[in-house]
């Protein structure tokens, strides 16, 4: 039995989502709050976790922190609050995706299915090849660490994708629309301005090591490339 673990302090939420869980064929886990919450993931192990902001003894985003240091699993987090900055933490503290409340639960199945996909997709690309060199920049996928000239830094989940996909794929293109659909899932319902937020943040971490070899490229009013350069430049 495949678990999904529901966590929201409103009962009418959880009860509709539980039902819409069921239909997509896994069993719902429900919490009250923010420290249930984490009691249930660690005792049931589930596949997905939908993931209330505002809760009780321990908010969404502690839970979201806590979840993402010892498990991979997708948290999509669900608030009545959809400011820009409020959802770019959440992306950034490890969440998967962001859903506003009042939603539809077809909604919030559509984004659950895109990120189970997008898991699959990426173990199959673990199975594959895990390990990706380019210059002095090294991305493990198995065990989600990147290195440039053997200093670690520290990404999210999300940001480690971002760098295998365009790495992977040297000089190619991708368009913000592009990456929305293989980093989020073609059932994401977003806007663009979440891919350039996201870059940048993850520009700045990767500034903290030198890296004369390669770089993220903007194309202007297309998107983003991996860049590789002449090192003696």
């Not at 999509?76 to 400011?83: M, N, P, Q, V």
Request: net charge negative.
């Amino acid at each position: 039995m495949q678990y999904i673990l529901i966590a929201d302090d409103n009962a009418d939420i959880t009860d509709v989502l539980a039902a819409y869980v069921k239909k997509e064929g896994y069993e719902p886990v429900i919490a009250a709050d923010g420290e249930e919450a984490l009691r249930l993931f660690r005792q049931y192990e589930p596949v997905a976790v939908l993931l209330d902001v505002m809760m009780p003894k321990e908010d969404g985003y502690e839970v979201c922190r806590k979840i993402r240091a010892a498990s991979d699993a997708p948290v999509i987090l669900i608030t009545a609050r959809g400011e820009d900055f409020e959802r770019v933490m959440g992306l950034d503290i490890g969440a998967d995706d962001y859903i506003v409340k009042p939603f539809s639960p077809n909604e919030v199945m559509a984004r659950l299915r895109a990120v189970l996909r997008r898991i699959s997709r990426t173990d199959r690309e673990k199975n594959e090849n895990n390990i990706l060199k380019v210059g002095n920049l090294e991305i493990n996928l198995e065990e989600y660490t990147l290195y440039i000239g053997g200093q670690k830094i520290a990404l999210t989940k999300k940001e480690i994708e971002t760098m295998w996909t365009l790495a992977s794929n040297p000089k190619k293109v991708f368009t913000r629309d592009n990456l929305l659909d293989s980093l989020w899932g073609y059932d994401y319902i977003g806007d663009t301005r979440t891919v350039d937020s996201h870059v940048k943040r993850l520009r700045a971490k990767l500034d903290k090591a030198e890296h004369k070899g390669w770089d993220i490229a903007t194309v202007w009013g297309v998107g983003y490339k991996f860049e590789v350069t002449d090192e003696k430049e």
